[in-house]
């Protein structure tokens, strides 16, 4: 195995493609019995390439809204991309041919991977790694889930609905290392949980993550909380302390 292989990013980025990736035969099924074509379901999964915004489409076309409507409602949980593309640019500085496809990669299991490294060059390795290795299955899924269609039946009694959550839970475990950490996934999970029979799907992780915006600016260590112990404050991607001094 190279050095590459060998690398946790790298591991780390796989396993996310693999169980994301095969979620990708949902989507496909989901797009064939919503009136797609096998063409444009697939389409959608190259060019769109964000599960939630992918799904709402479908959803809203399922349920007989129109092309507006699907578009309005992927677009709306696109935002969150934008979000991540603005840390992912700052961690990684990609140069100018690579931007393009950086910012195409940028989803919650690229960025997610990515900032769960300690130093750069493991989070660039767990960025392209997850993002392209994403992006090729997630693809190649949605055409066997788009071809087979009613041939496979419904694809979360195959479990598949949970293999992308238990990948993502696999990278925020790790993070958990301190009481303010466990007790803002303690309240962004409980905000999850009240918001979801009420909104749209999608919108209550959006609403968790400005919960989790407003407690990293206003909590203990934010730019409006109280200031950190022993002259150190976290750092702006990896949380480990770097002097004062060193801080805008």
Same mark, same amino acid.
Request: overall charge positive; charged content about 10%; hydrophobic content about 50%.
């Given at each position: ?6 690398? +946790?990013?790298?591991?780390?980025? @796989?396993?996310?493609?693999?169980? /994301? ?18 063409? *444009? ?8 390439? $964000?599960?939630?915004? *992918? ?7 399922? %349920? ?7 578009? %309005? ?8 991309? @934008?979000?991540?593309?603005? *840390? ?19 989803? !919650?299991?690229?960025?997610? /991977?990515?900032?769960? *490294? ?16 994403? =992006?090729?299955? =997630?693809?190649?899924? $949605? ?6 269609? !009613?041939?496979?039946?419904? +694809?979360?009694?195959?479990?598949? !609905? ?11 475990? +790790?993070?958990?290392?301190?009481? !303010?950490?466990?007790?803002?996934? @303690?309240?962004?999970?409980?905000? #999850? #949980?009240? #918001? ?18 407003? =407690?990293? =600016? ?17 750092? +702006? ?12």
């Amino acid at each position: 195995m190279t050095r590459l292989g060998r690398h +946790p990013a790298f591991r780390t980025g @796989a396993s996310v493609a693999v169980a /994301t990736g095969l979620y990708g035969i949902s989507f496909g099924a989901l797009g064939a019995a919503a009136g797609l074509g096998v063409w *444009q379901t697939i389409a959608l999964s190259a060019l769109m390439f $964000t599960g939630g915004s *992918q799904f709402a489409f479908v959803g809203v076309l399922a %349920g007989g809204g129109g092309g507006a409507a699907a578009t %309005g409602a992927a677009g709306l949980l696109g935002v969150r991309n @934008a979000v991540y593309g603005i *840390q992912m640019n700052a961690m990684m500085r990609p140069g100018p041919a690579l931007k393009p496809l950086a910012a195409h990669l940028t989803i !919650d299991e690229s960025a997610a /991977t990515s900032m769960a *490294q300690t130093d750069p060059h493991g989070r660039r390795i767990g960025f392209w790694t997850a993002g392209a290795g994403v =992006w090729i299955l =997630w693809v190649a899924f $949605t055409v066997i889930g788009a071809v087979a269609g !009613d041939l496979m039946g419904d +694809p979360k009694a195959w479990g598949l !609905d949970g293999a992308a959550a238990a990948a993502m839970l696999g990278l925020l475990w +790790p993070r958990l290392k301190t009481g !303010d950490a466990w007790a803002l996934a @303690a309240v962004t999970a409980l905000v #999850t #949980t009240i #918001t979801l029979p009420m909104l749209p799907a999608g919108i209550p992780i959006l609403v968790a993550g400005a919960v989790a915006g407003l =407690w990293g =600016w206003f909590g203990p260590g934010g730019r409006n909380g109280r200031a950190p112990e022993n002259g150190h404050e976290a750092g +702006p991607v990896d949380g480990r302390p770097v002097p004062r001094e060193a801080t805008p």
